[in-house]
């Protein structure tokens, strides 16, 4: 849907698509360098060329001013693809993951933007231009592990690490990033390497910061000592544990 379809458009394109074909062409050659939820802007892309094919397959039928305001409000959501698509790409992979929830909540407001002109052109094609892009478990499970390669990138990276030690007295980013390794440490399809990488990389950050992980349940995080208590309680009995390296 991507290069070939575009090139398409350039050739057989609707009325006063030149210049949102030029920019989304140049969005798709940046989106190689978004770090985190790169898939979903592809996704977006693809789905906003199904637009613009949709507008040329039905301008025919459409009077010259309606064709050309379809047009104008298309390039307007292009452009606004094309600037977050080279603000995002311009982030580095640490900066990307703590951004998340930024990036993700901007993909989102494209994706309505792109439902009101898609309503605005009323046509036939509405349901096949729907945002479905496939069953929603497949996109989680495929956003979450683009997230956790993406996590286990910067924990493996001494330059990343030194870079969010050094952001943690003004910001919580530190917090985030441990947050985020016990959740990924909690999950049963963490594959052996992984899980190895997620616990060095937390117990790094507790070395660094003496910050404690924000997650109460410490499951997979940490290594039972001995079976000796050190303390006794009504419900529960406290053992030494030290964090799972």
Known sequence: MGSVALANLAQFG????SAAITLLTSSYEMIEN??????????????CVKLMLSLRDCSVGLEGTK???LSDEITAIVRRIDRRVNQWAALSRLKSFLQQDEIKDGIDKLHRDMDTA???????????LTRGQGEPKAIRERDTAEMRGVLENIVESTQDMKTLLSMHWS????????????????SPDLQPNQE????????LLYQKTSK???????????????NHTVGKGTYNDVFLVLPAT
């Open 67 to 69: 064709a050309l305001e």
């Open 212 to 226: 404690l992980p924000p997650l109460i349940d410490l499951t997979g995080q940490v290594t039972l000592t001995h």
């Open 171 to 186: 910001t919580h980013s530190v917090e985030d990033v441990m947050e985020s390794l016990q959740t990924e440490l909690r």
């Open 118 to 128: 898609m309503m605005n052109l009323n046509i036939s094609l509405g349901l096949e």
């Open 14 to 17: 609707a009325p006063g698509l």
């Open 34 to 47: 978004v770090k985190v939820y790169r898939q979903q802007c592809i996704d977006m892309s693809g789905r």
């Open 196 to 203: 190895q990488s997620f616990q060095r990389g937390l117990w």
